[in-house]
């Protein structure tokens, strides 16, 4: 017996092309129902943990300071018109803001100015660790950084110092 016959059919029994045919349809098939019920990767997702950002308001008159102090743990912080979800406040601090002034005679020695404080704010979020970029709402955070501190009672620029998982 032949393997293809004078007719071209493979084995006596299906043409040569209509086989070809048959296994593309067949392995597009086992592709799309591969595609469809396999997990996608984006179905894992990463454990969030909580972050904990320290930020520096420098200078605040004493109205800011009054203002800010108020706020108590739990309260939640706001990006544009909404409440940030996983994001609020642990702390506040006053603490005296200290400036460098020259004396009489020409030495310069820190002094506190008695107008201003320094607020201490901290705030803890959930992130992923692993983020290549830490964020709270819209904002990026990083050590040095200018972040915009917004409640829905207060907003006030603020430098992060410290970033803690």
Do not use: H, W
């Amino acid at each position: 017996m032949k393997i293809i016959n004078e007719k071209g059919k493979l084995f006596g029994l299906i043409n040569i092309i209509d086989l070809v045919i048959l296994l593309c349809v067949v392995l597009v098939g086992a592709a799309v129902v591969y595609k469809c019920a396999a997990p996608a990767a984006t179905d894992v997702i990463a454990p969030k943990s909580d972050m904990i950002v320290t930020m520096r308001v420098r200078g605040a008159m004493d109205y800011l300071d009054a203002e800010v102090t108020k706020l108590t743990p739990g309260t939640r912080l706001v990006a544009g018109s909404d409440y940030i979800a996983d994001a609020e406040v642990v702390s506040v601090e006053s603490l005296p803001y200290l400036v460098a002034t020259p004396t009489a005679d020409g030495k310069i020695v820190t002094a506190e100015d008695p107008q201003k404080t320094d607020l201490i704010i901290t705030v803890k979020a959930k992130q992923n660790k692993n983020d290549p970029i830490l964020n709270i709402g819209t904002q990026e955070v990083r050590l040095g950084r200018g972040f915009i501190f917004k409640t829905q009672t207060v907003e006030v620029n603020a430098i992060i110092e410290t970033v803690e998982f």
